[in-house]
């Protein structure tokens, strides 16, 4: 498994809020600036599904990035299972006046693990700086 991390500037209450809702989904889920997600629908419990579309914002390349919860608690723990059939942990650490993000996952065949290591990291930071903006 490959693991990036993060800690969030932010109660543990609003960054699990802009983790899973849709609109906030859309604000965040892209590695870079000439990316963005038009399209993000999520129902969070075990057994329910998520569908995020990332595309290019020249309109050139799109994907969707879906799966299967395979375990929720609340405030602290997701996993789910990518439409590839690659597993995903991701970890809420309540620090004092921060959220430390822990998010592993199976890496695919087609990029190198550095790529894709990156790749999610550049995510998670940019999820990081909408939820650390968003409360000022």
């Avoid at 914002?57 to 059939?85: R, W």
């Avoid at 990291?121 to 968003?134: C, M, P, T, Y």
Wanted: hydrophobic share 35%; proline share 2%; no cysteine.
């Amino acid at each position: 498994m490959i693991t990036v991390q993060s800690t969030i500037n932010a109660s543990i209450d609003q960054v699990w809020e802009k983790w899973t809702t849709p609109e906030h989904i859309m604000k965040w889920n892209n590695a870079s600036d000439d990316w963005h997600t038009p399209f993000a629908e999520n129902d969070l419990k075990v057994g329910g599904k998520f569908k995020y579309t990332m595309a290019s914002k020249d309109g050139t390349m799109q994907f969707d990035f879906e799966g299967v919860y395979t375990k929720v608690e609340n405030l602290s723990l997701i996993e789910y299972q990518l439409a590839d059939g690659r597993k995903v942990i991701l970890v809420f650490e309540k620090e004092a006046d921060n959220v430390k993000i822990i998010e592993s996952f199976d890496p695919e065949t087609e990029n190198t693990e550095e790529l894709q290591k990156n790749g999610w990291q550049a995510i998670l930071d940019n999820f990081k700086k909408h939820v650390e903006n968003a409360t000022l």
